[in-house]
């Protein structure tokens, strides 16, 4: 085992990039280390062999890191480019050019002290990594999955929904969609080490085996990685479905309030018609012969009773419909 050949470069010029890489470099690798990263663009995961023979073989890919953006309360990734072969490990984070105040850009130099041993080679370097990934994105559903369950327990329960739920619902939804489109394909990086399909190998003297990049430690180790990213794969998979669940629930809450805000209207349209009605017609400026009441000793009395019976009539209708108060 050799001493630790992480090197992690940020925001490094040509000269910095030039001695930490390795001299057979694929110009397409070089363009890809030197292009400025930019927070808006999309990050698809890979990795994947460069080099056309053994003694000049390498891995170079870009990782999604994700990132939480408190000021938008949305999810976004940033892409460190990776070159990886037998002697080193070298990893380049840059500073998007449009990074939103408040993300901060992930730092990589404290990795190296999670490892067990005190030196590290180039495969479980990259273990590390993928496992900060893991870690960062268990995180992020973590909060994401409380915020859902609390918007959950409000709509299932009849609850008043916050006023901001439907834009709630936005938000978690692109959360958990972001996380998925995270994680699939790393998760389809470490399936491929995994099952020996991305590694590099190389003959060791004086003996007939071979040298790999990932050695069987190091994959087991990477076991443990997929499995917890699987587990963020199918919570951000169950919360999107779950969402739309909880959208057509928020959808018949609403239509429910609006039903109900229409049947009080027409309770105290109701209610009010036929007092009015009384109080017009008595108010009209007709001879009192009209009105035999008008010579009545209690008539006053009786308009008055006769339009506090019919309120109180339809009031007690209404209320046991349920159309003035909620039962």
Known sequence: MSETVWINLRDPSAAELATALPLNLHEVANEALCRPEVYA???????????????????????????????????????????ADF????????TPVDLPEGVVVPVLDDLNAQFVSGELESGPCVCLFLKRISEEAHQLIGVART????????????????????????????HFLQLKTLTQPTLSVIEAI???????????????GKRELFP???????????????????????????????????????????????????ALASIMLLPTFLVGLYGMNIESD?????????????????????????????????WLFRK
């Open 41 to 83: 663009e999309e990050v698809f995961p890979n990795l994947e062999e460069h080099g056309s023979s053994s003694s000049d073989l390498y891995l170079f890919g870009e990782l999604a890191f994700p990132v939480f953006d408190p000021n938008a309360d949305d999810i976004g990734t940033i892409g460190i480019r990776v070159v």
């Open 87 to 94: 002697d080193r490990v070298v990893t380049v984070v840059r």
């Open 147 to 174: 915020r859902a369950t609390v918007v959950e327990e409000a709509l299932n329960h009849d609850e008043a929904p916050p006023s901001d739920c439907r834009r709630e619902l936005a938000r978690l939804r692109n």
């Open 194 to 208: 995994i099952s020996d399909n991305l590694d590099l190998k190389e003959d060791v003297t004086g003996t007939d």
């Open 216 to 266: 069987r430690d190091t994959e087991i180790r990477l076991i443990a990685v997929r499995n917890s990213l699987r587990h963020v794969l199918q919570h951000s998979e169950y919360w999107l479905g779950n969402l739309i669940t909880l959208q057509d629930s928020l959808s018949d809450y609403l239509s429910r309030e609006q039903t109900t805000a229409g049947n009080r209207l027409t």
């Open 290 to 322: 009209y009105f035999p009441e008008f010579r009545w000793l209690n008539g006053y009395l009786f308009s008055w009773c006769v339009i506090a019976s019919i309120t109180a009539v339809q009031v007690f209708w209404f209320r046991k419909k349920g």
